[in-house]
């Protein structure tokens, strides 16, 4: 009997749970042009030390990690993340400055912002991946979004 079986198993429902959070999250931080790439880089290393990864108390919050750290060294200092535009005739009630607006925002105010209020992620699921205190999220969340309104001149 194959012994690697139950550990295919275990890694192909990860990687099927996993993939769709990390290219959601690493494409929210740095832009949907390398987040396939990151995620399949962050796969690969689950892969390679699935031994490692499955002993974590947050595994996909680790392999996000690694994913980060490998968009990081391939977006370069000066460019912004890609955010596809928005059209107005296509989604009318999105302002169209809003992909440039979040390419503005730190990476980590962008990543909250867009996975609790495009994605829809709970508080909870957020800061679990990010790592980070419920706390913290949130005060990303309000710095982020008082910085989406100025820019975007819709102060309140």
């Known amino acids: 009997m194959d012994q690697r079986a139950p550990v295919t198993d275990a890694f192909t429902e ?8 990390l290219r959601l ?15 399949a880089d962050a796969l ?8 490692r990864v499955m002993k974590s108390a947050n595994p996909v919050g680790y392999v996000f990690g690694v994913g980060r750290n490998r968009a ?5 200092r000066d460019r912004a993340p890609f ?15 809003l992909p440039a607006a979040l390419g503005r925002l730190s990476v ?8 609790l209020h495009c994605f829809e992620w709970t508080l909870h ?3 679990e991946l990010l790592g980070l ?6 005060i990303h969340e309000r710095r982020g979004m008082a910085r989406l309104r100025r820019d975007l001149g819709v102060e309140l």
């Not at 999250?25 to 995620?39: K, P």
């Not at 690969?44 to 031994?51: I, K, L, M, P, T």
């Not at 596809?84 to 169209?96: D, G, H, K, Y």
């Not at 980590?108 to 996975?115: D, P, S």
């Open 25 to 39: 999250a690493l494409g929210a931080a740095f832009g949907f042009d390398l987040a396939q790439e990151a995620t």
């Open 14 to 21: 990860f990687a099927r749970v996993a993939e769709p959070r």
């Open 44 to 51: 690969a290393f689950a892969w390679e030390n699935w031994d």
């Open 125 to 127: 699921e957020v800061s």
């Open 108 to 115: 980590r105010q962008r990543e909250v912002i867009m996975l």
């Open 83 to 97: 955010l596809p535009p928005v059209s107005s005739l296509e989604i009318p009630w999105v302002e169209p400055g």
């Open 133 to 138: 205190s419920r706390g913290t999220v949130q």
């Open 72 to 76: 990081r060294r391939s977006l370069s």
